[in-house]
C-alpha cells in the first residue's frame, strides 16, 4: 500500500532554515510526481510547489520562489522540502502528497491522491 | 492567485443532503475540468473524495458527488452521516499551479 513517513516536528528561529523529508513507499517512487502543501494553523491549504522525482525537476509557487527548495534522494524513494529565511509566519504544518499522475504518460495533474502524515514546523524567537 | 470562495460553514441533518459550493474564475475554475475536494478530520491530513470534477476515487463513498458550472464547482454529500463531519476543501488547477478553497466546515447536526 502507497505510505508517505514525514520526518519529526522541528522548532526554528527566525532567519533560519528547515529540511523536511518524506519517505515513500509502496509504489514506484520515480514514477510520480511529489508536491508540497502546508496549513497554518487553523488556516486552509496552501500550495507550494511540486518535484519530478525522476528527473529532479521542479516548479515551485510564485510566493515560495528563491526561498523553497524541492530535492529527492531516489536511492532511499525520499523527497525533501527546505525552506529558509524563516518567518513566524512560516509556522505550518508541511504536507507532501502524490501526484496521481504517471511521469511517464501524462503531465502533472496537479491534484493528490496520498498525503503524508505532516510535519509541524513552528518558527519563534 | 487568489484563493477559491467557499463559505465558511455548512450544515445538515443526519439523512439529509448538503451542497457546498466553490467560486473562482475563468482562469481556474471555469477553465479547466481539474477541480478536486479534500476532506479533513481535527489534526488528520486532507482525504481526496472528488477528482477531476466529478471523479470518486476507489473507496470513497457514492454519496459524495461534484459537479460544475462555468467558474462555481460544487461538492454534495448526500444522506449525511456522523463521520461526514469535517472541513471541506476545493481546488483547481490554474494554469501550472493550484489554488485551494478556503475550506467548509461541515457540520452534522
Known amino acids: 500500500q502507497v505510505q508517505l513517513v514525514q520526518s519529526g516536528a522541528e522548532v526554528k528561529k527566525p532567519g533560519a532554515s528547515v529540511k523536511v523529508s518524506c519517505k515513500a513507499s509502496?509504489?514506484?517512487?520515480?514514477?510520480?510526481?511529489m508536491h508540497w502543501v502546508r496549513q497554518a494553523p487553523g488556516q486552509g491549504l496552501e500550495w507550494m510547489g511540486w518535484i519530478n522525482p525522476n528527473s529532479g525537476g521542479t516548479n515551485y509557487a510564485q510566493k515560495f520562489q528563491g526561498r523553497v527548495t524541492m530535492t529527492r534522494d531516489t536511492s532511499i524513494s525520499t523527497a525533501y522540502m527546505e525552506l529558509s529565511r524563516l518567518r513566524s509566519d512560516d509556522t505550518a504544518v508541511y504536507y507532501c502528497?502524490?501526484?496521481?499522475?504517471?511521469?511517464?504518460?501524462?503531465?502533472?495533474?496537479?491534484?493528490?491522491?496520498?498525503w503524508g502524515q505532516g510535519t509541524l514546523v513552528t518558527v519563534s524567537s | 492567485q487568489s484563493a477559491l470562495t467557499q463559505p465558511p460553514s455548512a450544515s445538515g441533518s443526519p439523512g439529509q443532503s448538503v451542497t457546498i459550493s466553490c467560486t473562482g474564475t475563468?482562469?481556474?475554475?471555469?477553465?479547466?475540468?481539474?477541480v478536486s475536494w479534500y476532506q479533513q478530520h481535527p489534526g488528520k491530513a486532507p482525504k481526496l473524495m472528488i477528482y477531476?470534477?466529478?471523479k470518486r476515487p476507489s473507496g470513497v463513498p457514492d454519496r459524495f458527488s461534484g459537479s460544475k458550472s462555468g467558474n462555481t464547482a460544487s461538492l454534495t454529500v448526500s444522506g449525511l452521516q456522523a463521520e461526514d463531519e469535517a472541513d471541506y476543501y476545493c481546488?483547481?488547477?490554474?494554469?501550472?499551479?493550484?489554488?485551494f478553497g478556503g475550506g467548509t466546515k461541515l457540520t452534522v447536526l
Open positions: 481546488s483547481s488547477y490554474a494554469g501550472s499551479f493550484v489554488v
Open positions: 475563468s482562469s481556474d475554475v471555469g477553465g479547466y475540468n481539474y
Open positions: 502528497a502524490r501526484d496521481p499522475a504517471d511521469i511517464v504518460v501524462v503531465a502533472v495533474k496537479y491534484y493528490f491522491d496520498y
Open positions: 477531476e470534477v466529478s
Open positions: 509502496g509504489y514506484t517512487f520515480t514514477g510520480y510526481y
